[in-house]
């Protein structure tokens, strides 16, 4: 893959590149570039530097900082000799440079040599490192990714992951495989998934990010419904989003109608507004309290003329 903004210099990598059996991409440097490095796993990366824009830089150094890219080599094509950048490219992230112009047999040979080193540093690690799945889990997902051939050293490793204590551990997480970087995917590969997603009965979905084996799952999976592929984490996380935001307007919406059943209810009555509405109920046989002139409240609102007492006046008929 060749990242290059400049268009006269894109052109002169196209009259190089032309009638090689190798698929190349040339592309300019933007802001999604560094998804479809990750998502088409190239085996060589040729950045073309301006020295006036620093997320140049910054995105060598995001390259090395991923698990998917981080080793994979990176060519710097400099406009001009620069003592600064040529002391320091290594450690900026970039495995070699070039000046411009780029002549085509030294460039050729350059990316030879540096795709046949990449590749042998890489089986070696497959045969030395027994490390053939990074296990990443956080933020309600898992991911599996998966860095070798999965024939041989993949799925026997995921006899010893998938024990019944750890699958009940990850019940509610989401469960993704990355296979952007496994050499070879086809629909024997494929087949061992879809019987592996039912370890997984628990989850709606399992999320698979393809990349460049993305032809493969489409040609060869048949549970449409419950394997959902992508071809870079970016589409994932947008679909995580509005999975997400779903959710959480259905949360509000069975919230919304429960207020309004209860509020609703048949039989409910409504709380009085003033004493006049409160209704007192005397059970049948029982007296109520005689009011008297002690009462202060009572006593007041009463307008009965008080009863005249023959005992306490004699003199009068």
Same mark, same amino acid.
């Given at each position: 893959?060749?990242?290059?903004?400049?268009?006269?210099?894109?052109?002169?990598?196209?009259?190089?590149?032309?009638? @090689?059996?190798?698929?190349?991409?040339?592309?300019?440097?933007?802001?999604?570039?560094?998804?479809?490095?990750?998502?088409?796993?190239?085996?060589?990366?040729?950045?073309?530097?301006?020295?006036?824009?620093?997320?140049?830089?910054?995105? &060598?150094?995001?390259?090395?900082?991923? &698990?998917?890219?981080?080793?994979?080599?990176?060519?710097?094509?400099?406009?001009?000799?620069?003592?600064?950048?040529?002391?320091?490219?290594? !450690?900026?992230?970039?495995?070699?440079? #070039?000046?411009?112009?780029?002549?085509?047999?030294?460039?050729?040979?350059?990316?030879?040599?540096?795709?046949?080193?990449?590749?042998?540093?890489?089986?070696?690690?497959?045969?030395?490192?027994?490390?053939?799945?990074?296990?990443?889990?956080?933020?309600?997902?898992?991911?599996?990714?998966?860095?070798?051939?999965?024939?041989?050293?993949?799925?026997?490793?995921?006899?010893?992951?998938?024990?019944?204590?750890?699958?009940?551990?990850? @019940?509610?997480?989401?469960?993704?495989?990355?296979?952007?970087?496994?050499?070879?995917?086809?629909?024997?590969? &494929?087949?061992?998934?879809?019987?592996?997603?039912? @370890?997984? #009965?628990?989850?709606?979905?399992?999320?698979?990010?393809?990349?460049?084996?993305?032809?493969?799952?489409?040609?060869?999976?048949?549970?449409?419904?419950?394997?959902?592929?992508?071809?870079?984490?970016?589409?994932?996380?947008?679909?995580?989003?509005?999975?997400?935001?779903?959710?959480?307007?259905?949360?509000?919406?069975?919230?919304?109608?429960?207020?309004?059943?209860?509020?609703?209810?048949?039989? !409910?009555? +409504?709380? +009085?507004?003033?004493?006049?509405?409160?209704?007192?109920?005397?059970?049948?046989?029982?007296?109520?309290?005689?009011?008297?002139?002690?009462?202060?409240?009572?006593?007041?609102?009463?307008?009965?003329?008080?009863?005249?007492?023959?005992?306490?006046?004699?003199?009068?008929?």
């Amino acid at each position: 893959m060749a990242i290059e903004n400049d268009p006269h210099s894109a052109q002169d990598l196209e009259n190089i590149f032309l009638g @090689l059996r190798q698929r190349v991409v040339i592309t300019k440097f933007s802001q999604t570039v560094q998804e479809y490095v990750k998502s088409s796993n190239p085996d060589i990366i040729l950045m073309g530097l301006t020295f006036k824009d620093k997320k140049e830089l910054e995105f &060598v150094l995001e390259l090395r900082r991923d &698990v998917i890219t981080h080793n994979i080599p990176i060519l710097a094509m400099i406009p001009k000799e620069d003592t600064n950048f040529i002391a320091n490219h290594k !450690a900026l992230g970039f495995t070699d440079y #070039m000046v411009k112009p780029l002549v085509k047999q030294p460039l050729l040979d350059r990316i030879h040599s540096h795709i046949e080193e990449y590749k042998f540093s890489e089986s070696s690690k497959t045969r030395d490192n027994m490390s053939f799945i990074v296990v990443d889990r956080g933020h309600g997902r898992v991911f599996f990714q998966c860095r070798a051939n999965l024939k041989r050293y993949v799925f026997p490793e995921f006899k010893k992951i998938f024990t019944p204590n750890f699958l009940k551990s990850i @019940l509610t997480e989401r469960i993704c495989f990355d296979v952007r970087v496994v050499p070879e995917l086809g629909k024997e590969e &494929v087949e061992v998934f879809e019987r592996l997603m039912k @370890l997984f #009965m628990g989850h709606e979905k399992v999320v698979f990010i393809a990349g460049r084996h993305m032809g493969a799952f489409i040609e060869h999976a048949s549970d449409d419904e419950k394997m959902l592929v992508f071809m870079a984490p970016n589409e994932f996380d947008e679909y995580v989003k509005m999975e997400d935001q779903k959710k959480e307007e259905l949360r509000k919406k069975e919230k919304k109608d429960k207020f309004a059943k209860d509020s609703g209810k048949e039989g !409910a009555s +409504p709380a +009085p507004s003033s004493l006049g509405d409160v209704k007192i109920e005397m059970p049948i046989g029982e007296q109520a309290l005689p009011v008297t002139s002690e009462d202060p409240v009572l006593s007041e609102t009463s307008t009965e003329p008080p009863k005249s007492d023959s005992s306490e006046n004699p003199t009068e008929s």
